[in-house]
């Protein structure tokens, strides 16, 4: 199964202690986020699909206390501690009026069938959201008039008999409830080391299991193109990844290109030309290899904070090119599941990707330790305090091209 001679996790414990430092270092930058009990951190609204039939999905995010991996450093490509209290728990009745004035607010107006309730991080670790208010939220959104499925996400680790069982009680019989987690990559180095997600094969074995017993669904989040792999690599990983996400018995899979979120490790490399984003041809080149995945999704727009960009296609002038028609159609594909939106897409910029594709490579340690080597913390700082301002009409240009339907400005 695994294709790449990238050693152990143990031969890269220097890289890892660094890249957990770095990723620790780069998220103290930013000071906590607060949101009022009266709207949600964010919420947006999306087209999508359940079975086979057109499905709105409404995603509510409460605010987070903060993933308690990023807490430590965490995966090095997610922002989401950004946005939260860092680490401060939110009180469970903060949560629970947050969750309810945001159902009176837009259910109403966008009658969804679908319900994902994030909080950035684990929705079943009391550290993040206390058990009373997990339990009761999962009870408010199964009341829903007309609610199907109710999505939450978690590392597996937190993935205990007790909590399982607690879940699937507070939720009616006929909704699917589905617990979504970073299964990332196959390889371990990848998975382990690039995005240091810190969760093993046998984690994700385990937790399945455990939630299958209970009849709760379960989504693999396979990531495009985590930090130090180039364009080819990352293809071939995440066709692979996702063939093992499958055959460990995900029930569905979500293809997650790689977006660039503000004080991450991924944002500092990217920063100095050391990271580039996905190309959308990547994003169809998977999808077109993983036909036989019965419940296929693309995701990689819906975080909070919103990303400063997301994955594109390059183009010489500076115009958005094809990355409409395509984000088009990957929307396109998530509402209908048919594969064959992607065919017979062309541009000016795929000889480009694909030359790209053939650059040779360096080892990856080799890879790790330059590109660590550049990093310099005082001119992260400069640059993102110049950026500030810069970059907020690009996150409302890239939201509006790739992101939902109806969402909060
Ligand atoms: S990807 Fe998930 S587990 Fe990793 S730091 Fe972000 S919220 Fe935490
Ligand atoms: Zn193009």
């Given at each position: 199964?695994?294709?790449?001679?990238?050693?152990?996790?143990?031969?890269?414990?220097?890289?890892?202690?660094?890249?957990?430092?770095?990723?620790?270092?780069?998220?103290?930058l930013?000071?906590?986020?607060?949101?009022?009990?009266?709207?949600p951190?964010?919420?947006?609204?999306?087209?999508?699909?359940?079975?086979?039939?057109?499905?709105?999905?409404?995603?509510?995010?409460?605010?987070?206390?903060?993933?308690?991996?990023?807490?430590?450093?965490?995966?090095?490509?997610?922002?989401?501690?950004e946005?939260?209290?860092?680490?401060?728990?939110?009180?469970?009745?903060?949560?629970?009026?947050?969750?309810?004035?945001?159902?009176?607010?837009?259910?109403?107006?966008?009658?969804?069938?679908?319900?994902?309730?994030?909080?950035?991080?684990?929705?079943?670790?009391?550290?993040?959201?206390?058990?009373?208010?997990?339990?009761?939220?999962?009870?408010?959104?199964?009341?829903?008039?007309?609610?199907?499925r109710?999505?939450?996400?978690?590392?597996?680790?937190?993935?205990?008999?007790?909590?399982?069982?607690?879940?699937?009680?507070?939720?009616?019989?006929?909704?699917?409830?589905?617990?979504?987690?970073?299964?990332?990559?196959?390889?371990?180095?990848?998975?382990?080391?690039?995005?240091?997600?810190?969760?093993?094969?046998?984690?994700?074995?385990?937790?399945?299991?455990?939630?299958?017993e209970?009849?709760?669904r379960?989504?693999?989040?396979?990531?495009?193109?985590?930090?130090?792999?180039?364009?080819?690599?990352?293809?071939?990983e995440?066709?692979?990844?996702?063939?093992?996400?499958?055959?460990?018995?995900?029930?569905?899979?979500?293809?997650?290109?790689?977006?660039?979120?503000?004080?991450?490790?991924?944002?500092?490399?990217?920063?100095?030309?050391?990271?580039?984003?996905?190309?959308?041809?990547?994003?169809?080149?998977?999808?077109?290899?993983?036909?036989?995945?019965?419940?296929?999704?693309?995701?990689?727009?819906?975080?909070?904070?919103?990303?400063?960009?997301?994955?594109?296609?390059?183009?010489?002038?500076?115009?958005?090119?094809?990355?409409?028609?395509?984000?088009?159609?990957?929307?396109?594909?998530?509402?209908?599941?048919?594969?064959?939106?992607?065919?017979?897409?062309?541009?000016?910029?795929?000889?480009?990707?694909?030359?790209?594709?053939?650059?040779?490579?360096?080892?990856?340690?080799?890879?790790?330790?330059?590109?660590?080597?550049?990093?310099?913390?005082?001119s992260?700082?400069?640059?993102?305090?110049?950026?500030?301002?810069?970059?907020?009409?690009?996150?409302?240009?890239?939201?509006?091209?790739?992101?939902?339907?109806?969402?909060?400005?």
């Amino acid at each position: 199964m695994d294709e790449f001679n990238f050693g152990t996790v143990r031969d890269y414990t220097k890289q890892l202690r660094s890249i957990r430092n770095w990723a620790l270092k780069l998220r103290q930058l930013r000071p906590r986020i607060d949101t009022t009990w009266e709207e949600p951190a964010d919420w947006v609204v999306k087209d999508s699909n359940i079975h086979g039939e057109p499905a709105r999905t409404l995603t509510i995010t409460l605010m987070p206390t903060g993933c308690e991996w990023a807490s430590l450093g965490g995966c090095t490509m997610c922002g989401e501690f950004e946005g939260s209290t860092k680490g401060d728990v939110v009180s469970p009745i903060f949560h629970v009026a947050q969750f309810a004035s945001a159902v009176s607010k837009y259910v109403p107006d966008y009658n969804p069938s679908w319900i994902r309730i994030y909080q950035e991080g684990n929705y079943i670790n009391q550290n993040e959201i206390q058990r009373s208010a997990q339990l009761t939220i999962l009870s408010l959104a199964s009341l829903i008039y007309g609610i199907k499925r109710i999505t939450i996400e978690s590392m597996a680790k937190y993935i205990t008999p007790r909590n399982v069982k607690d879940l699937s009680k507070s939720i009616k019989r006929d909704i699917e409830l589905e617990i979504g987690m970073g299964f990332e990559a196959e390889n371990e180095v990848i998975r382990n080391v690039c995005v240091n997600k810190g969760e093993s094969l046998d984690d994700f074995s385990r937790a399945i299991n455990l939630l299958k017993e209970e009849g709760i669904r379960t989504v693999a989040y396979v990531l495009l193109k985590p930090p130090f792999l180039s364009e080819k690599e990352a293809i071939n990983e995440a066709i692979a990844t996702i063939q093992l996400a499958n055959d460990i018995g995900f029930d569905a899979i979500s293809l997650e290109p790689v977006s660039i979120h503000a004080f991450t490790l991924v944002h500092a490399l990217n920063l100095l030309g050391l990271y580039e984003l996905p190309w959308l041809w990547s994003v169809i080149k998977v999808a077109q290899n993983v036909q036989h995945i019965r419940d296929f999704r693309i995701g990689g727009v819906g975080f909070y904070p919103r990303p400063f960009n997301v994955a594109h296609n390059q183009h010489s002038n500076s115009d958005v090119g094809c990355n409409k028609e395509l984000w088009d159609k990957i929307k396109e594909y998530g509402r209908t599941r048919r594969f064959e939106v992607f065919n017979n897409l062309e541009c000016n910029c795929k000889k480009e990707w694909e030359n790209i594709c053939k650059t040779p490579t360096i080892p990856l340690m080799e890879r790790i330790d330059q590109q660590l080597s550049l990093l310099n913390l005082d001119s992260y700082k400069l640059a993102t305090s110049e950026m500030q301002f810069q970059t907020q009409s690009f996150v409302n240009h890239t939201t509006a091209i790739a992101g939902g339907t109806q969402y909060k400005r």
